[in-house]
């Protein structure tokens, strides 16, 4: 099992080099945006006066209702007997919504008062984590695929941005369903370690099999066999974000703003939050490129079984 690991990682960045020229740009700019939103949400959370309480007040009474909206729409959506994917991404706005409506409630709460890490900066995070993964990260995700079945199969770059772009709208509600599933999930951990494994090979199963109408569903199916390796491969992806983190904070200012940085995110300076964020999401990329070398092998064997 650990020897699959380990060689599901260096498959991995074997395609990360592969594809660098579309990967490392497209990485860089998605986790740029990502931290930008961050540091948004710090400074909102942290400057007290920045908005009048009858402002916040107006806003969290509009994400209340329209969480409430949200909600009517996806329980008729989950009671319908068939529907399209492209249905369900209105309902990926209704957990940011109401992260929303919590954090415009504590902020209207606190006016004129500060707080050292007030409750409205981790919801402002969670609700713009969500969006980007599940709309930037979309395209995001869509981009290193299809660079790495493209460089596989070596079609052109033009013929590779086509399929980019045709296929992000397909792949958005699969791609928001499973960050939203195990960023809540992560939360209480184990939940969102399973929901990680479970759906290890959903986004792939969209973007490259795009007639398959439960990318999710035929994901639960394709990972039972290959459960434990999943798990080792998310457990060891973990490790390595903890110790990219921990790297950066040593060089750039020391372990125990580290430390500090796992109660308050805002503890380190603005620059090495943002190394911290790139060094993860290089580091996502190559879990990306892993698990998929390994979903390539799980068709592989379903093929050669058929054959």
């Known amino acids: 099992m650990i020897a699959q690991v380990v060689r599901a990682w260096r498959e991995g960045a074997s395609l990360c080099l592969a594809t660098a020229a579309v990967g490392l740009p497209i990485t860089i700019v998605y986790n740029v945006l990502f931290q930008a939103g961050v540091e948004l949400s710090i400074k909102a959370s942290r400057e007290p006066d920045w908005m009048a309480q009858t402002t916040s007040n107006s806003l969290f009474e509009g994400f209340r209702a329209l969480c ?32 929303l409506a919590l954090a415009f409630w504590f902020l209207a709460a606190r006016t004129g008062q500060v707080a050292t890490a007030p409750a409205e900066q981790l919801f402002f995070t969670m609700a713009w984590s969500l969006l980007v993964q599940s709309f930037a990260g979309a395209v995001w ?32 509600e699969v791609v928001g369903t499973k960050a939203q599933a195990v960023s809540i999930g992560l939360q209480l951990l184990v939940p969102g370690l399973y929901t990680a494994v479970i759906f290890a090979f959903a986004e792939f199963i969209a973007i490259l099999d795009p007639s398959v ?28 974000m903890a110790l990219g983190s921990l790297g950066v904070c040593m060089v750039l200012e020391s372990g125990k703003v580290w430390m500090s940085s796992i109660f308050d995110p805002a503890t380190p300076r603005v620059e090495t939050r943002y190394a911290i964020t790139l060094v993860n999401g290089l580091t996502q990329w190559w879990f990306v490129m892993a698990n998929l070398a390994l979903y390539r092998k799980r068709i592989a064997v379903i093929e050669a079984s058929k054959g």
């Open 68 to 99: 409430a909206l949200l909600f009517v729409y996806a329980a008729f959506q989950l009671f319908k007997p068939s529907r399209k994917r492209s249905s369900w991404v209105p309902v990926l706005f209704l957990l940011p919504s109401l992260f």
């Open 141 to 172: 995700i869509v981009g290193i695929v299809i660079a790495a079945d493209a460089s596989r199969r070596g079609v052109s770059v033009h013929e590779a941005w086509r399929a980019m772009v045709a296929r992000t709208a397909g792949v958005v």
């Open 213 to 240: 109408e439960r990318p999710l569903a035929q994901s639960r199916e394709l990972t039972k066999v290959a459960r434990h390796t999943l798990f080792r491969l998310v457990l060891s992806y973990f490790i390595l």
